[in-house]
């Protein structure tokens, strides 16, 4: 039988004996205890926090008060080594939502790895589904005020939209999303039946949707 310690880093075993830190997280405070080595070596936000000449890392203790409990468990999850990430969810809108949540919670923690994780699950649904997968307008607002204009999640549902809303008709409330949004439809949608869309075709995926600013090797450019 194969020794199964040779299977986990043996920087894990260091960092299941590091401090243990407490994040407390929503108004509520909901305490969640992790190890301080590992949140950190995934997360430039809580390696920047964690740091002993800040408070929050005299005290191992850090608070996220705007932050959801339930999505920051599922990025938890993912810290320690959960690549599935099998959120729960009921309707197509209500994945969709909780998808894009978890991106920008990503993006928020400095995790890039999970942010082009989470834009390669939601590109896989795109295709699976057969209307349109896209999250409802208030979270595309929220994208397209919080995120750069680069970015591979604001670039998304313009595709989306673009390649699968042919007559508009089951597209989302465009009459109330961002000006800029529906003009960067409108373009999109001009150039979508000739040249197809990126989420269709892994190998353009990391151009077009990928983070790469900490990391610079990606499995589609292999």
């Given at each position: 039988?194969a020794?199964?310690?040779?299977?986990?880093?043996a920087?894990w075993?260091l960092?299941?004996?590091?401090d243990i830190v407490t994040?407390l997280?929503?108004?509520?405070?909901?305490p969640?205890?992790?190890?301080?080595?590992?949140i950190?070596?995934?997360?430039?936000?809580?390696r920047?926090?964690?740091e002993?000449?800040?408070k929050e890392?005299v005290?191992?203790?850090?608070?996220?008060?705007?932050?959801?409990?339930?999505?920051f468990?599922?990025?938890?999850?993912w810290?320690?080594g959960?690549?599935?990430?099998?959120?729960?969810?009921?309707?197509?809108?209500?994945?969709?939502?909780?998808?894009?949540?978890?991106?920008?919670?990503?993006?928020?923690?400095?995790s890039?790895?999970?942010?082009n994780?989470?834009i390669?699950?939601i590109?896989?649904?795109?295709?699976?589904?057969?209307?349109?997968?896209?999250p409802n307008?208030e979270?595309?607002?929220?994208?397209?005020?919080?995120?750069?204009?680069?970015?591979?999640?604001?670039?998304?549902p313009v595709?989306v939209?673009?390649?699968?809303?042919?007559?508009?008709t089951?597209?989302?409330e465009?009459e109330?999303?961002?000006p800029?949004?529906?003009y960067?439809?409108?373009?999109?949608?001009?150039h979508s039946?000739?040249?197809g869309?990126?989420y269709?075709y892994?190998?353009?995926?990391?151009?077009?949707?990928?983070?790469?600013?900490?990391s610079t090797?990606?499995?589609f450019?292999k």
């Amino acid at each position: 039988m194969a020794n199964s310690s040779n299977s986990i880093p043996a920087k894990w075993y260091l960092g299941f004996a590091s401090d243990i830190v407490t994040i407390l997280v929503g108004n509520k405070e909901i305490p969640f205890k992790v190890h301080k080595t590992i949140i950190s070596s995934k997360s430039k936000f809580f390696r920047a926090a964690l740091e002993r000449s800040f408070k929050e890392g005299v005290e191992n203790q850090v608070r996220l008060p705007e932050e959801d409990p339930e999505l920051f468990s599922h990025y938890l999850s993912w810290v320690y080594g959960n690549n599935s990430m099998q959120l729960y969810h009921g309707d197509d809108k209500t994945y969709a939502n909780k998808l894009c949540h978890l991106w920008l919670l990503a993006g928020k923690l400095g995790s890039e790895k999970l942010e082009n994780l989470i834009i390669d699950m939601i590109c896989r649904c795109a295709m699976e589904y057969s209307g349109p997968f896209l999250p409802n307008i208030e979270v595309i607002n929220l994208i397209w005020d919080t995120t750069q204009c680069h970015s591979g999640l604001r670039q998304f549902p313009v595709d989306v939209t673009a390649w699968k809303g042919n007559d508009f008709t089951e597209l989302p409330e465009l009459e109330n999303t961002r000006p800029e949004f529906l003009y960067a439809v409108l373009k999109g949608y001009a150039h979508s039946k000739d040249d197809g869309v990126p989420y269709a075709y892994p190998s353009r995926r990391c151009k077009c949707y990928h983070q790469h600013k900490t990391s610079t090797t990606c499995q589609f450019e292999k």
